[in-house]
């Protein structure tokens, strides 16, 4: 018998509304999903849909209006990757890896020999001690990726984290992500806007309607794994992207 999988997160009627001096602003509505352990999950909706705003919540930067964030742990550790690496160019490589431990005080041995793995694991060897202006956005990308598994964080929080890079470094990113995934076991949740990415990498699909966003579609990503580039020509694969698309443009026309 095999053991049912465990919750990463439970998100209960979640709503997030932003008001200052010119108004109040709805972003997020009566959201509800669960995320499980190392599942892989993308969030796709139109723009101004809340899905960054629903990253940020989850991360604990913005407090929800309504509803509650659970996690299955008392003190949760997320990492957060945006499209922008926003690496410090003063640091080499491997010190914008290490960031997060210095700050919490962890020995120089042990987060130069922590870093230097994951360096490893997004392929960087050789470049550790190279300074962010001579690196390319692929590459300053993997940097940001491999900084936020720095605290072996529970669940990965990925806000459009290759949306600058141009296709063929995306589509070797994402092959990348997978590896990292498989080697680290995450739950993670990334935002894309691209509907070949959310289903090439995931095992579901959320998508989000337009402002104020509440969960529209949760699709069910049959395809198997490993994935494979040839998948994304197969039948299976068009049928699911043609949902995906129907959910989003219904969305994309109300706006
Ligand atoms: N701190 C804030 N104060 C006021 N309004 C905000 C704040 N953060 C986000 N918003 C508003 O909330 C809505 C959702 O924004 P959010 O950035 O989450 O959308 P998004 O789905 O990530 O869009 P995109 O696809 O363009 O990145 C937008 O209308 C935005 O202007
Ligand atoms: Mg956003």
Redesign the pocket.
Known sequence: MTSSPKTTLTVQNLGVT?S?ASGV?H?LHDLSFTLLENEFVTLI?P???????LLRVLAGLVPPTEGNVHYNTAQPKVGLVFQKANLMPWRRVIDNVGLTLELEGVSRETIHDRAMELVKLVGLEGFEKTYPQDLSGGMAQRVAIARSLMQDPDMLLLD?PFGSLDALTRERMGDELLHIWQARQKTVLM?T?SISEALYLSDRVLVLSS?P?TIKLDLKVTLSRPRTPDMQYANEFNILAQQLRQSLSEEIETL
């Open positions: 932003f200052d602003l972003a909706g723009s101004g849909s809340g899905k960054s705003t459009e935002v806007h402002r966003g």
